[in-house]
């Protein structure tokens, strides 16, 4: 699989230039858009992860590879979860609003459904499809807020000019339960697991099957705020012998002398330590940083990466495991699996 870094931001977009108050800090090096990974497999199926700010330019380029002009190519794009930083691009995302393109958004089902006119608890559910590699297609969230509904708002008239019925390339929004698998065809497979997160976040987990057998297998696992141990074992779990792991390291570690503000990880984030302590257990090949916090320079992060580098072959060293490689995630850069 082709992995391109569209978006590596946290919270809110970060371009260089200058404030009112101050020099700005040069974001141009790592990258200012909000969080956006596109993916294409070996088969040539195309994967979009959250829909922050990077989606757009991914999107001009989508389009300038001539496939999305209404053909039926098909697109996943999915959601993390739904606070801002992470659909703020789908307005702004060309292929949506072409008909005839076949896009598909995934996120998670927050609250009971109706599947086929049956209501069930989110419990039931699981229990009636566990064994289906498939997702819920028309699952339709009956109370609270589902991801179509939640899609509207941000358009709602008020907000934004154009409805979601506008992106007339989207063919179906589709809640599921975290914690199954939401696609599997050709070689290629996606898991998900609900991270501790404001209102939860989703990790995606994409395998691919080698025409020789073996397989690749890349993790996007970001927005998670560790428990009190300092690390969670589902998330090591669901990391375990990824080739490829893009984690949320927003903060620095508790008791960092790095940082002047107080960021503790109690907003939901997690911090570059903490994943490579993860990432080590999990017998991950390569962790590659991404969700920078607004505040911080490219100066700031490549004193991080430096200091990340050591941080893994210490952590290797005490836990008796092989060093994590370290990677920080940088918009227009591409990756191969
Ligand atoms: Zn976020
Ligand atoms: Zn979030």
Redesign the pocket.
Known sequence: MKIGIAGVR??IPTPTGNTLFERRVETSKYGGN??CVYVEADDGSQHIL?A?TGIRDLGVYLASQGGFNGQGRELNLYI??T????IQGIPFFGPAYVPGNKITVFGEAKVRGVHDGVKLSLEAAIREHSDQPGYFPGLLCVEGEGLQKVLQNQQSFRNFPAPLEALRGVQQYNDFIAGMKIYEKGNLSIDTLALN?PGN?IAYRLTEKKNDGSKKMMVFS??FEPDENGFDEKVIEFWRGANLVVA?A?YEPRGSPYTENKFMPTW??SDYYTDLMMATMAGVDTLMLT?YEPKMSDMYYDGLFERAKTAAVEIAGKLGKRAVNVEMAREGEWHRL
Do not use: A, L, M
């Open positions: 946290g919270s909000t969080t959250d922050g993390t979860h606070h801002w930083d992470h997160h976040s970001t927005d949320d927003q939901g984030h969700h």
